[in-house]
């Protein structure tokens, strides 16, 4: 199955699932808000995303004032769990 797909039929939008996904298999601590590849995420979709991720608890965002990235980081929300199980029934998404 495809990310596309099932982020659309699931979560209302195929890139919210692709997202989540890139952020799941991301092996980092932190990234910041232009990180994911366009082939994840449009950048101008990207920050709304990742607001409705840290609404629900699953990232905190660090903004750092004399620099003008924001960086996000995942917590231990219980939520990444379903992205947990999507990502063993979807085809990986691109890093």
Request: hydrophobic share 40%; with cysteine.
């Amino acid at each position: 199955m495809d990310a596309g797909d099932v982020g659309r039929l699931m979560f209302g939008r195929p890139s919210r699932l692709r997202l989540a996904l890139w952020i799941h298999q991301h092996a980092g601590p932190r990234f910041f808000q232009s990180e994911p590849p366009k082939t994840v995420i449009a950048q101008s979709a990207c920050g709304v995303e990742l607001t409705r991720m840290v609404d629900l608890g699953m990232l905190t965002e660090h903004r750092e004032p004399a620099n003008r990235r924001v960086y996000y980081e995942r917590t231990r929300s219980p939520l990444w769990s379903i992205i947990t199980a999507a990502s063993k029934v979807v085809d990986p998404v691109d890093k």
